[in-house]
């Protein structure tokens, strides 16, 4: 079966109320969460302001008060034994967390993202993010070896937030076959889905901006992917 995606621009958690239950292999996903408001706020952070360059038109926050039925949704979608990969702030790791584990996931550990180089702010200027690792039943990493510091540049000029496919690609080699499903609920520019259709797993990806859903379906056209969605 050719490698595909289908992409959606719905609500995060209607869009999962839609998948079947224990059809998914790997979800990894980066919500807009809710302390970006705070930083906007106190001027740390132009990714919330109106410009081309950063995402007023783009994002709508994701409230902490929606997390458990956020979590709820990936829990039953994941199949048993399978991996969840969140990308957060240190502050909404903290919220984060411990309603994860209420719907089921074992938290494993925080992986930390460097940037490499530091970002915008007061108070020790950062150049790291969370990615929260939490499992649902048991699953091995494919390379215990693997350290919990990856390194990868910030996108610089991209689109909102965007992550680097490589960040992604390792997550997904690392939790996932060939040939699986791997999904995104808030993809973006679909760093995550660039990286499965690059090692042979189908994406399913979603986001309420239009301009995300025309980005990555460009980006997994130009890899060779199937659009599924519009075959049906």
């Not at 609500?11 to 079947?20: R, S, T, V, Y």
């Not at 689109?159 to 960040?167: D, I, L, Q, R, S």
């Amino acid at each position: 079966m050719p490698i595909g995606f289908r992409l959606a621009q719905l609500d995060a958690i209607k869009w999962l109320g839609e998948i079947p239950s224990a059809s998914v292999d790997l979800a990894i996903t980066d919500p807009p969460y809710e302390s970006l408001e705070k930083h906007r706020a106190v001027g740390t952070t132009t990714r919330l302001k109106h410009s081309k360059a950063s995402s007023n038109a783009w994002f709508q926050i994701f409230p902490n008060a929606r997390f458990p039925e956020l979590f709820a949704e990936l829990y039953r979608v994941l199949k048993r034994n399978s991996h969840l990969y969140l990308f957060c702030d240190p502050e909404t790791a903290f919220i984060a967390k411990p309603l994860a584990e209420e719907a089921g996931f074992k938290f494993w550990k925080p992986l930390i993202w460097d940037k490499k180089n530091i970002g915008m702010g007061y108070h020790y200027r950062a150049r790291y993010e969370f990615i929260l690792f939490f499992e649902k039943g048991k699953r091995k990493l494919r390379d215990l070896g693997v350290s919990d510091i990856i390194e990868a540049p910030r996108i610089r000029n991209g689109y909102p937030a965007e992550k680097p496919v490589a960040v992604s690609e390792l997550l997904v080699t690392q939790s996932s076959e060939p040939g699986g499903v791997v999904i995104d609920p808030f993809m973006g520019a679909g760093s995550v889905g660039c990286a499965a259709v690059k090692h042979e797993r189908h994406f399913w990806g979603n986001d309420v901006g239009a301009e995300a859903v025309s980005i990555t379906r460009s980006r997994l056209l130009a890899l060779g992917a199937a659009d599924k969605q519009r075959q049906r």
